[in-house]
C-alpha cells in the first residue's frame, strides 16, 4: 500500500473556498495538493504533469468540468486519472443532464465518486485512499492513537507478557 505522500491531487474548482477546504483536507492528510481555478487551468497542469487523482467541479468559467473530463477522454494517458466529481449540482438541473450526458456516453473516464457539498473531510479523503490504495496521515494517525490507548489500558502484566513475544 502506497503512503499518501507519493500521491499528488489536482483540486480543480472555481470558488476559493471551496479549494481552500479541499486542499488543507488534503494536505492534512498527507497528499501532495495543487490547485487549478477552472477547467481551463486544470488543462494546462495536467499537459505539464498529470495527477494521480482530480477532484473536479462541475460548474466553471471557461472550460467545464463536464467538458474537461472529455478532453481527458480523448488522451489516452489522461483518461487514466480517476476523477472525483465535487458538486453541489448532482442533483439539481444544473450538473444532472451533464451527470447522466457522461455516464450515457460509456466512454472512460467516468468519474469514480461523485460528492455533493457540503462534503465533510472524511467523506473526501476516504474516498480518495479508496480509490489510489493508499495510507493516509489521517489513517495512520489514528493507528498509532488505536495501538497507544491499547498500551495505556493494558495491564503491566499484559505488557510483559506481549514484550516477551515481541522480544
Not at 489536482?10 to 476559493?16: F, G, N
Not at 468559467?61 to 465535487?86: A, D, H, Q
Not at 489514528?142 to 491499547?150: C, G, M, Q
Request: net charge negative.
Amino acid at each position: 500500500m502506497a503512503l499518501a505522500s507519493e500521491k499528488r491531487i489536482l483540486v480543480v474548482d472555481d470558488e476559493p473556498d471551496v479549494r481552500d477546504f479541499l486542499s488543507t483536507c488534503l494536505e492534512d492528510a498527507g497528499f501532495q495538493v495543487e490547485i487549478a481555478i477552472d477547467g481551463f487551468d486544470a488543462l494546462e497542469k495536467i499537459e505539464k504533469s498529470p495527477p494521480d487523482l482530480i477532484t473536479l467541479d462541475l460548474l466553471m468559467p471557461r472550460i467545464s468540468g463536464i467538458k474537461l473530463m472529455r478532453k481527458l477522454r480523448k488522451n489516452k494517458e489522461w483518461k487514466k486519472i480517476p476523477v472525483i466529481i465535487v458538486t453541489a449540482h448532482a442533483k439539481d438541473e444544473l450538473g444532472q443532464k451533464d451527470l447522466e450526458g457522461i455516464y450515457a456516453e460509456e466512454v472512460a473516464p467516468v468519474p469514480e465518486h461523485i460528492l455533493e457539498k457540503p462534503i465533510t473531510p472524511s467523506s473526501l479523503v476516504n474516498g480518495i485512499g479508496k480509490i489510489l490504495d493508499v495510507q493516509t496521515d489521517v489513517e495512520a494517525a489514528a493507528e498509532r492513537s488505536d495501538v497507544l490507548n491499547l498500551i495505556k489500558n493494558c495491564s503491566p502484566d499484559k505488557l510483559k507478557e506481549i514484550q516477551g513475544l515481541l522480544g
